[in-house]
C-alpha cells in the first residue's frame, strides 16, 4: 500500500552527489524533504533543482534537510549537475540520490506504473522529526512543482507543531491563524494572551502566534 500521512517514512542508505547517505540519520532530529524527479538531462527537472538550490537558505531556516531523486546513476547525476549550475545559476547544494535499482523509489512509491513504468513521477513527501510522513504530493512529470507552496505548507506543519493552531485556505506566513476545535476556550486563554475572534463557537481567529 501506499505511504499515507502518520506513516513512518522509511529509512535507507544510498548513494549520492554528495555521498553516501543514510536517511534517518541525515535528518537528525529535524524537518525532512524527499522529493523525485523524472529523469536527468530532462527540462523541467533541471528548472526544478536549480529552484530547490536557490531555495535552500529557506529550507535551512526551517531545519528542513532537503534530498533529492531518481533512478539514474550517480555518473549520470554527476555529469548533469553542472548543466543545473550553467542554466538555473544555481549549483546543487543538497544531496540527489541515485536509485538506479529502484529500492527508495519501490519503498515510497514513486514509480507509478500507469504513469511510467521506468520513471519516477513527481513525488514530494515532507517528514517530521518523529520520521512521520506529514504531507505527500505526486504532480506529473509534465509539470514543475512550485517549491514555495512546499516552504508554506511547512510554515502551517511547524506552527500546528509548536501552537496548537490550524491555517486557513491560502494562508502565508504572518496572516491570522486558526485555534485548533479540540483546544478548549479556557484552554485557548491561555494559550492565545492576544485573544481571538470567533466567528463560529469551531471558527476562532488569532494572529499568529510566534509573530
Ligand atoms: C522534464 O523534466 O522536462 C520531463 C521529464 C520526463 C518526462 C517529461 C518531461
Known amino acids: 500500500m501506499a505511504l499515507q500521512l502518520g506513516d513512518i517514512a522509511p529509512d535507507f542508505t544510498v548513494e549520492t552527489t554528495s555521498g553516501p547517505l543514510s536517511w534517518h540519520a541525515y535528518l537528525g532530529d529535524g524537518w525532512g524533504v524527499l522529493f523525485s524527479h523524472p529523469k536527468d538531462f530532462t527540462p523541467v527537472c533541471t528548472t526544478e533543482l536549480g529552484e530547490v538550490a536557490r531555495l535552500k537558505p529557506e529550507f535551512d531556516k526551517r531545519n528542513v534537510k532537503v534530498a533529492g531523486l531518481s533512478v539514474d546513476s550517480l555518473d549520470s547525476h554527476s555529469r548533469w549537475i553542472g548543466d543545473i549550475a550553467e542554466t538555473q545559476g544555481h549549483a546543487l547544494n543538497y544531496p540527489l540520490i541515485a536509485d538506479p535499482d529502484r529500492t527508495v523509489a519501490n519503498l515510497y512509491g514513486m514509480i507509478h506504473p500507469n504513469a511510467s513504468d521506468t520513471f519516477t513521477v513527481r513525488s514530494v513527501f515532507v517528514i517530521g522529526p518523529d ?41 502565508k506566513d504572518g496572516e491570522d491563524v486558526i485555534i485548533v476545535p479540540s483546544l478548549s476556550d479556557a484552554d485557548a486563554a491561555a494559550k492565545f494572551p492576544k485573544g481571538w475572534k470567533a466567528l463560529k463557537p469551531y471558527l476562532r481567529v488569532t494572529p499568529q502566534p510566534n509573530r
Open 131 to 171: 520520521k512521520k510522513v506529514k504531507l505527500t504530493i505526486t504532480y506529473p512529470a509534465s509539470t514543475g512543482r512550485n517549491f514555495g507552496e512546499i516552504l508554506r505548507v511547512i510554515d502551517s506543519l511547524q506552527l500546528t507543531a509548536g501552537y496548537s493552531v490550524a491555517t486557513p485556505v491560502n494562508w
